[in-house]
């Protein structure tokens, strides 16, 4: 006959994320952040498996598993003075795989023992482990010559850090824990635990409680009554961060909407010639050059402006942590020269090059799109004075100039 022991809670209040990609919480002991499926463990007076019902010292109890998927399955009890004990496998039931949605209970009807409540009073710890593939738990608890139940005196921490060693090497979503609790003698008037049911939107981000990874959401996390801080981490997102205050007993739940990170990157404008001014999305920026200005990742357009230039627009795209030069070349604003002249006929030409000849009858030749600055002007016709001049022309302006030629 075996008879099981209640267990006082050791492990520290705050929740420690082990390498092996483990999960510690005061109710749970062990946890897989992220398991690719479920195994439930619950008592004889508890098939919900959420409360801690209470048991008197000599009461049998039964303990049932059930595993969502085909595994091998792992039943231990965890002691107040340091005794671990492998219920599942044993020396009477070997065979500890399962089919998924297969329940066993302990002891099996026609078992030739019985579990029975001894002391010491206090809080008791059934945890049960599946796993795709076989697990060596010699570490956790062995057989001592010829009992019927594997042991050790490892104790929880001695537990967590052995379980985190054994499921080192398995893919995360290969195993999976669940735990149930129960009290040897009268339950406290209060009850020991609380819960956090933490949630958020988008879903998948880690949650940490009191700065400790207690799995992805949504998640459901027992600790201790009290207040704690919790945070939410999602790449890609602002971190969302908390305090709530949970009473013994009581579920709190934690929504957090996640706001999309704004990444950011810089641009820096120059133009030729400078000093032209700046307008990014209509919005002034400042004059060329301008200093590296911050903008978030994304498309822009660039309008420089200049007196005397021709606006001229860039588009550019700003790439998160990453400094670009946006560069303008400002064309100047042309300007119009007006030629009226006396003699029908005679050809003009502007600095060396033919721009056209005097209309008869009125005389008078627009020349457009002259750039701005000093040019020279000469008038030619057969049998008349050649006429020369320089004049000056303005960017978006208009300059006449009076020819007269007389016969030689």
Known sequence: MKRLLGTAL????IPITAAQGIVVSPQAIVVNPRPGFDVEVWLDRDRGGDGAPAYQVGEEIRISVRPSADSYVYVFDV?????ITQIFPNRFETD???RANQTATLPPGSARYVFNISPPRGLSKVIAVASRTPLNTNQLASFAGQADFAQSMIGEQGFVQGFAIIVNPLPQQDWVTDTAL??????????EFASLRLRSNPTGAAAY??????GYTPVNHGVRPGRYEVRFELEGYDPYVTSVNVGSGRTETVEGSLQQQRRAGSATFTSSPSGADVYVDGRYVGTTPTASLRFEEGNYTARFEAPGYQPTTVNFRVSAGRDQRVDATLRANLGTVVVQANVGGALVFLDGRQ????????????IPNVQPGTHELVVVAPGYTTYVTTFSVQAGRTVEVNVRQVRY
């Not at 050791?10 to 209040?13: H, R």
């Not at 002691?79 to 005794?83: A, M």
């Not at 409680?209 to 207690?214: A, E, I, K, R, S």
Request: charged letters at 10%; zero cysteines.
């Open 79 to 83: 002691r107040s003075n340091g005794e």
């Open 209 to 214: 409680v009191d700065g400790g990874f207690v």
């Open 355 to 366: 721009v056209g000849a005097i209309p008869n009858g009125s005389g008078r030749l627009q």
């Open 96 to 98: 500890n795989y399962m």
């Open 182 to 191: 129960y009290y040897v003698g009268n339950a406290p008037t209060q009850p």
């Open 10 to 13: 050791l492990l520290l209040l």
